[in-house]
């Protein structure tokens, strides 16, 4: 998503370290919260790169939605609303819709015992209750679809609004029963792609994200605010 840095390090950072890369990955583990001011001499120092190196990092990831500039203060993290993550969910819901019908198309069959493979790790870690190992296998999911798909385009804008709500997803992670209502969900997902039915995967793709929209909003319903750091999701 980023293009490498070429200035050469000033304490042994290689030439081409991806530094927007590197702060992005920060961003997404959770090592800066919603309104942290994001210090320059710090990062370069942290980096061993310019000021010039770690400004355009800042420009890049404004564009991305991750950070905003300040006139005369600098950067910091941006903060998303569950407004806002509402309305990045609906946005995904059309791209992510796309994805799976390409899929559905494109599939063959090892990709399709993979994807179901996938689900059934999915159903284990359900049952087993370990929601962390159902996140990763749900991003994994959803990862192999887009790579099924390969459309270049559509995975590069999903990728970058499922950044801008990394927080959001991590509460919804953690939310009683969210897991166990998903994974049917999924489940239609990955038959209907591995049946090569683009209409229902495409029907089933956005039913999916639409419940994720409504839980986004019963989540702000319930006035939950703060979150803990999250995991690498």
């Excluded at 599939?107 to 790790?121: K, V």
């Excluded at 591995?194 to 006035?223: C, F, K, N, T």
Aim: glycine share 6%; hydrophobic share 40%; proline share 4%.
């Amino acid at each position: 998503m980023s293009t490498p840095s070429t200035t050469s390090g000033t304490a042994g950072t290689p030439v081409g370290f991806d530094v927007t890369g590197a702060i992005r990955d920060a961003l997404l583990r959770g090592e800066y919260v919603p309104r942290q001011r994001l210090v320059e001499a710090d990062l370069c120092e942290q980096f061993g790169v310019s000021r010039a190196t770690v400004r355009t990092a800042f420009q890049q990831l404004a564009a991305e939605g991750l950070v905003e500039i300040q006139r005369n203060r600098g950067a910091r993290v941006r903060e998303i609303t569950f407004a806002e993550a509402v309305q990045i969910t609906e946005a995904r819901m059309v791209l992510e819709g796309l994805i799976a019908a390409r899929a559905a198309e494109r599939i063959s069959p090892d990709q399709a015992e993979t994807l179901r493979g996938i689900c059934a790790d999915m159903a284990k870690a359900v049952a087993d209750g370990e929601l962390a190992e159902y996140s990763d296998l749900n991003a994994r999911l959803h990862s192999r679809i887009r790579d099924i798909a390969g459309h270049e385009t559509a995975d590069r804008l999903i990728e970058q609004l499922r950044a801008q709500v990394v927080r959001h997803r991590f509460m919804l992670s953690r939310v009683p029963g969210r897991a166990r209502a998903s994974l049917p969900q999924h489940q239609r997902i990955v038959e209907a792609i591995a049946s090569g039915d683009p209409v229902e995967a495409e029907a089933a793709m956005r039913d999916h994200i639409a419940s994720v929209v409504e839980a986004l909003r019963a989540l702000e319903a319930s006035g939950t605010r703060r979150v803990e750091t999250p995991p690498d999701l």
